[in-house]
């Protein structure tokens, strides 16, 4: 059961190009109203970045927040140095947030650690000149499961431990079934205390997505965004729920890995070892995943597998999706976003964003595929 809250209704009615060197990353912005100028067109001569003007606004998923500030400031400076000038901006409000901002046209792309849903891509044509909106992947990242717990940096947890603890039967740190997995632990009787997303967080439905698929006895809310059990501590935003866990003992929550920072982390159960998160284990996990099926072409959206057993897997993972228009009015807006994602996905991006955020850069395939949606957007 996948709960979003339905806000499309009010919304409707408001009506990658791959290559690190520096002149080869950026969007084309030829002129022009058919939409079909190559975004990858850099490699053949220039990367019209000189062209580009004005202000791009863009928001949603905290979890990216990072990679964005790496990537909006790294395109800035490229922008320049060709004798452009436009700044991106990136407000990380979440992904929930930033879908209605896009839906209802405040900003012209969202980040969304959930891909849009179906009654979103209906909705989108409202701002989208009546082309249907699409998702690209562009920032691949475990999601850690973070812990203060005074003496103790690190542990082992099962599916079935983890979502004992988020389903608040697991009560404290010295409960039997955390302290079979962690023999050699010095574990004290401190209380469990759970920390959740307190806004709309693709975090959460991808979090909520791996303890349902795993351990769907002890998790009986299903894959959810809006965080389903009330009480309990809370932060909004990624850096909200870090602080929450932060300032307590005995406080466990889930993050993007790359601001899990100083506090401890588990490793997670995948067959019958235990694995670390990092950005190799992500990017396997997607590796084993397909396409999900019955969407458009140029709508990326992968199918995880969040039940693998194959060795090295890390499983909870989040994709972090690019929600675009598939057509812009205006041909200097348009041009802006075609140049920006495509940077985003490029090789060079997908460097920056590694270095800054420890994210695993998509594959060659997704990046071809990616930078193919990106041309084929509208402009004018």
């Not at 970045?49 to 949603?60: D, H, V």
């Not at 901006?89 to 879908?99: A, E, I, K, L, Q």
């Not at 205390?193 to 997505?209: A, C, I, L, M």
Request: charged residues 20%; contains cysteine.
């Amino acid at each position: 059961m996948n709960v979003r809250k339905n806000k499309l209704a009010s919304l409707a009615a408001l009506g990658f190009a791959a290559g690190i060197a520096l002149t080869a990353c950026g969007g084309s912005a030829e002129e022009g109203t058919s939409g079909a100028s190559d975004a990858g067109g850099a490699a053949a001569g220039g990367s019209g970045y000189a062209e580009l003007s004005g202000n791009l606004a863009g928001a949603g998923a905290s979890s990216m927040g990072n990679a964005q500030t790496a990537w909006t400031e790294t395109f800035k400076g490229l922008v320049q140095a060709e004798g452009g000038d436009i700044t991106v901006t990136y407000d990380p409000t979440g992904s929930g947030t930033g879908r209605e901002q896009f839906l209802s046209g405040q900003v012209k792309f969202a980040g969304t650690d959930a891909a849009l849903d179906e009654e979103e891509l209906a909705a989108s044509a409202e701002v989208c000149s009546g082309e249907q909106a699409f998702d690209l992947p562009v920032y691949i990242s475990p999601i850690a499961v973070v812990f203060n717990l005074e003496g103790v940096d690190s542990l082992n947890l099962s599916p079935e431990v983890i979502a004992g603890i988020f389903a608040e039967e697991i009560t404290t740190w010295n409960d039997p079934a955390i302290a079979e997995l962690n023999p050699d632990a010095d574990l004290p009787d401190t209380a469990v205390v759970p920390v959740h997303r307190s806004d709309d967080s693709g975090t959460t439905e991808n979090f909520t997505q791996y303890l349902s698929d795993n351990a769907p006895d002890a998790w009986t809310h299903g894959p959810i965004e809006t965080w389903p059990i009330d009480g309990g501590q809370s932060g909004e935003g990624t850096s909200g729920l870090i602080s929450a866990v932060e300032s307590g003992n005995g406080t466990i929550g889930y993050a993007d890995a790359s601001q899990a920072g100083n506090l401890g982390t588990a490793s997670v159960q995948v067959g019958e070892e235990f694995v670390d998160y990092s950005a190799e284990a992500a990017a396997k996990a997607v590796d084993v995943s397909p396409r999900e099926e019955g969407r458009a072409e140029n709508d990326i959206v992968m199918e995880l597998d969040r039940t693998t057993t194959e060795a090295g897997t890390y499983p909870i993972v989040l994709i972090s999706y690019l929600a675009l228009c598939g057509a812009y009015e205006d041909e200097a807006t348009g041009n802006a976003v075609k140049s920006y994602a495509s940077f985003m996905i490029s090789e060079q991006g997908q460097q920056v964003a590694a270095e800054n955020a420890g994210s695993a850069p998509i594959s060659d395939e997704l990046r071809t595929e990616a930078q193919t949606a990106i041309d084929g957007i509208t402009v004018g």
